[in-house]
């Protein structure tokens, strides 16, 4: 897709608020542990938001509260004007593992979802074609997990995630099993869907370049307990190359985030001095 063919739709998603969020475990056990410390996010309808951080930072925990999968120990998170007080429906999610059913062809766990809710199957059918399609998956439909690359199956999940049209799509670490080509294409795929309808997308990631290469925003936090130490802006032209590791503003993007660590020595061998501004 070129820049020039590119025209940005109406976003589909919705603002989601994260409102004074924190989260400790063992509560009642004497030793309680602070995963996160409060938050406060706002996140604009259609935005491409990614959460980076070491280990343990409280990423996951923090899209698994904004699913309605865990409730946080303080605060609440409001989506489209709502508080989640369970798990929300009209929410994509996307994990590490393709989590595809093995006895399932590709096609039929692209339409589990449709299964599970008692949705009428011919609309999600027709939009699951689509997206086999656009992701150049025909051949695959009909295949079942143990028969697909790891690249192939990553890319089902993502068609699964995307099927049923969500305002909102929390991922955690989606690529992070794939190889490194793999894993730029399936980026790459990810932006192109994205464009076409532009729902709201937490993405939680290790990887700063994807996190750059993706966002609109991205929200850089600090080791247990998590808390946001930087919430940037990206405002890199879409849509992106493919690959963006010589472009200078890209770079001044990684540099920044990659100070941050090395000053709270999540890294080593990097000068820990100040952050860079992007132009």
């Given at each position: 897709m070129s820049a020039a063919a590119l025209s940005l739709p109406e976003q589909s998603g919705v603002p989601i608020g994260i409102r004074n969020v924190s989260k400790e475990f063992g509560e009642h056990s004497g030793k309680p542990f602070q995963a996160l410390k409060p938050l406060n996010v706002s996140i604009d309808a259609g935005a491409f938001v990614s959460v980076v951080g070491a280990s343990g930072c409280g990423k996951s925990t923090l899209m698994l509260i904004a699913a309605g999968l865990l409730k946080p120990s303080s605060g609440e998170v409001v989506v489209d004007g709502?508080?989640?007080v369970k798990p929300i429906t009209d929410?994509?999610?996307?994990?590490?593992?393709?989590?595809?059913?093995?006895?399932?062809t590709a096609f039929e766990n692209v339409m589990l979802h449709a299964d599970i809710?008692?949705?009428?199957?011919q609309p999600l059918e027709k939009?699951?074609?689509d997206l086999?399609?656009?992701?150049k998956l025909e051949h695959a439909m009909n295949k079942y997990p143990s028969q697909l690359s790891g690249g192939m199956r990553q890319r089902v999940s993502l068609i699964r995630t995307l099927v049923h049209d969500p305002a909102v799509i929390l991922m955690d670490e989606p690529f992070g099993a794939l190889d490194a080509l793999t894993r730029l294409q399936v980026r790459a795929d990810l932006e192109e869907l994205w464009l076409r309808r532009r729902p709201t997308v937490l993405f939680i990631t290790h990887s700063v370049e994807e996190a750059v290469g993706l966002s609109d925003r991205i929200l850089v936090m600090s080791p247990s307990p998590g808390e946001v130490i930087d919430d940037i802006q990206v405002s890199l032209p879409r849509p992106r190359p493919?690959?963006?590791?010589?472009?200078?503003e890209f770079t001044r993007y990684v540099d920044r985030i990659h100070r941050h660590f090395a000053r709270l020595g999540v890294l080593h061998g990097v000068e820990p001095g100040a952050a860079k501004e992007p132009a």
């Open positions: 709502r508080p989640v929410v994509g999610i996307a994990f590490q593992d393709h989590l595809l059913l093995e006895f399932r809710r008692g949705l009428p199957r939009r699951a074609r086999f399609a656009q992701l493919l690959v963006l590791g010589d472009a200078p």
